[in-house]
């Protein structure tokens, strides 16, 4: 409080003279709570979801496999990338008749790519019905968090762990697609 106090008693001119116009106006109307600025709410993001449209419908599960690991790698690398972690995973495809179904499931809080892409496998395989043709397919991180991975002392490897921290410092240097699984490569191809 009494630095405030203190600059409010410093005469306009001289904050001029000694800061310039416009941040010596700036620290003498802030100091008597004054600042044009609209007040903007904090939001914190609720979500993270990215979908593709296939440039042709198709049954091929492979091909669904593929996209969806693309899709789920992407998202695993925002939400690391934010600092952030997930705790429900939902896949969503979109027949050709635009009848569009979704599932989702709730996990133990991860970024980590494999228990990622694990759950999302097992949605879509519960959504996927080989006699209609799929035209989207789409994948939702919700319930975030602010964290990071929990190593498992039991089930994540060591080298995996750094191969996926590698990979990550790849794509934050060279843009997200610098570096993909083998699995995610045919999407990005077509």
Known sequence: ??????????????????????L???LHEKSFGRDPQPVVPYRAQKSLSHEHTLHEDTTDLSV??????????????QLRSDKK???????????SDFNT????RK????????????????????????????????????????GDHQINLFSDAGKIIDLHQA?????????RRAVMRGASYQDRCS
């Open 1 to 22: 409080m009494r630095a405030i106090r203190v600059l409010r008693q410093i005469p306009l001119k001289l904050l001029e003279k000694e800061f310039g116009g416009g």
């Open 24 to 26: 010596g106006r700036t």
């Open 64 to 77: 669904l496999m593929t996209l969806l690991t693309g899709l789920t790698e992407q998202l695993g690398f």
């Open 85 to 95: 972690v997930t705790s429900c995973i939902a896949v969503k495809i979109r027949y």
């Open 101 to 104: 179904v979704s599932r989702q």
């Open 107 to 146: 996990i133990s809080y991860t970024s980590h790519d494999p228990a990622l892409l694990a759950v999302a496998r097992e949605l879509l395989l519960e959504l996927y019905d080989r006699r209609q043709r799929i035209r989207l397919v789409g994948v939702r991180f919700s319930h975030l968090a602010y």
């Open 167 to 175: 990979m990550d410092t790849v794509r934050a240097k060279y843009g």
